[in-house]
T-cell receptor, first 115, second 115 residues
Framework: AQSVTQLGSHVSVSEGALVLLRCNYS??????LFWYVQYPNQGLQLLLK??????LVKGINGFEAEFKKSETSFHLTKPSAHMSDAAEYFC?????????????FGTGTRLKVLA | GAGVSQSPRYKVAKRGQDVALRCDPI?????LFWYQQALGQGPEFLTY????????KSGLPSDRFFAERPEGSVSTLKIQRTQQEDSAVYLC?????????????FGEGSWLTVV
């Protein structure tokens, strides 16, 4: 069965510092992987996704993530944090090509950006 | 509209009351999902439609929960005899087709509070 683990329910970084949000997955087949962001009182917005092309995926707002099969990881990074990055971030996994369609989400990481 | 639209945005229900939550997906999207997001948690899968067919309802927590999409577009999630543990945000999402690598687009959610 698929699952996603996000290490660290809360992460604080200083403005301008590196952002690193961790995601590890478990899947019986090579998965599709996603990062979503949720601002207060809003729905989820896709940041980026991995669907088997390049292992380093670039997304919106300067975020990127690297798929590492050997580590079963898909960590999200951004070189320099902005105040506007403060939000909740969710990693999600979906099995590919098996006819399944469920997206399994992690429990989320709340990012706080300190001035 | 351009995005997934949900109504009502906020609903306060007395325990035991029935509620109906509406989702208007992106025009032309075949796949429609309902997720439940409790406070401080990630979205949890409830049910999935492909056009009007409900292909998976394994995430519905009890037989008090019922979802339909009779014409393959608008969907309604109905909760009968609401209980306090039903308090959550109910997120609707849609995607172009059932390819699990497709991006799913979320609405802003319906916030249900049961008192």
């Amino acid at each position: 069965a698929q699952s996603v683990t996000q290490l660290g329910s809360h992460v604080s970084v200083s403005e301008g510092a590196l952002v690193l949000l961790r995601c590890n997955y478990s899947s019986s087949v090579p998965p599709y992987l996603f990062w979503y962001v949720q601002y207060p009182n809003q729905g989820l917005q896709l940041l980026l996704k991995y669907t088997s092309a390049a292992t380093l995926v670039k997304g919106i707002n300067g975020f990127e993530a690297e798929f590492k099969k050997s580590e079963t990881s898909f960590h999200l990074t951004k070189p320099s944090a902005h105040m506007s990055d403060a939000a909740e971030y969710f990693c999600a996994v979906s099995d590919r090509g098996s006819g399944t369609y469920k997206y399994i989400f992690g429990t989320g990481t709340r990012l706080k950006v300190l001035a | 509209g351009a995005g997934v639209s949900q109504s009502p945005r906020y609903k306060v229900a007395k325990r035991g009351q029935d509620v109906a939550l509406r989702c208007d997906p992106i025009s032309g999207h075949v796949s429609l999902f309902w997720y439940q997001q409790a406070l401080g948690q990630g979205p949890e899968f409830l049910t999935y439609f492909q056009n009007e067919a409900q292909l998976d309802k394994s995430g519905l927590p009890s037989d008090r929960f019922f979802a339909e999409r009779p014409e393959g577009s608008v969907s309604t999630l109905k909760i009968q005899r609401t209980q306090q543990e039903d308090s959550a945000v109910y997120l609707c999402a849609s995607s172009l087709d059932r390819d699990s690598g497709n991006t799913i687009y979320f609405g802003e959610g319906s916030w249900l509070t049961v008192v």
